[in-house]
């Protein structure tokens, strides 16, 4: 795989669909900095599905060489791209693959969108496959990185809308419970309330059990999904 050229090609199809009003519209999004052609998401994932099919039957060992040129850009969309080719080899995952994705994590993600895209999918899946690597996840909930505390949370959102993980997840939340930064509260917030969808009561008693410490911002997002009567029992102080 010619790297350089593939690069230079995918940067040519983003900027032919970028456009100034989705770029300043993107950014309303962010309290952070951000990079953004301004191409809309659902054009970046055409355009990453289109390359995919190009470079499918590459090794896993070259795809992860592109997710990692793509990465260092800083470009959202580029994250995006390489989020889409990390998960499209997740039949090839192995255990030793942790240690790139917890790089990746560390070092390129800067904002929640690729946080959650990249977690949501990527990690959530290799856990499901690896379970014994839910463990890293409470040791990132620990970290002072405040994306790799919330990659802790958003990384079992889909195994816990499946039911999968809920002692885990109420570690992580443990872990969390009185973490000052926001971006980690929805994030824990988020995975409470993905795991109520199949645990509702355990969700429910453990949010009671500890409403008087958990930030009214994590709370508010751990019963979103309740019935009213639930929602009033849990918001009364």
């Not at 009003?21 to 953004?36: D, Q």
Request: charged share 35%; proline share 3%.
């Amino acid at each position: 795989m010619n790297l350089d050229k593939l690069i230079r090609r995918i940067r040519a199809r983003l900027k032919e669909n970028a456009d100034a009003k989705t770029r300043e519209s993107g950014k309303r999004f962010f309290k952070e900095e951000i990079k953004l052609y301004g191409v809309k998401a659902a054009v970046v994932s055409k355009i990453a599905k289109e390359f995919w099919a190009e470079i499918k039957d590459r090794k896993k060992a070259e795809i992860f060489g592109l997710c990692e040129r793509l990465w260092q850009s800083g470009m959202m969309e580029e994250s995006f791209i390489a989020c889409h080719f990390s998960y499209a080899v997740r039949k090839q995952y192995e255990p030793k693959d942790f240690k790139v994705f917890e790089k990746w994590i560390e070092k390129y993600i800067i904002n929640w969108a690729a946080c959650d895209t990249f977690c949501n999918h990527t990690i959530g899946e290799f856990v499901v496959r690896y379970p014994p690597y839910v463990a890293e996840l409470k040791k990132w909930a620990k970290s002072k990185n405040r994306w790799t505390r919330r990659a802790a949370a958003v990384s079992l959102i889909i195994p816990a809308r499946r039911g999968k993980f809920l002692k885990d997840i109420f570690e992580i939340a443990d872990i969390l419970l009185k973490d000052k930064d926001d971006m980690a509260q929805k994030g824990y917030g988020w995975m409470l309330k993905a795991a109520s969808e199949k645990n509702q009561k355990a969700v429910f008693d453990y949010v009671m059990k500890n409403k008087k410490e958990m930030p009214r911002t994590a709370l508010r997002y751990a019963i979103e999904k309740m019935p009213k009567s639930l929602k009033a029992k849990a918001m009364t102080k």
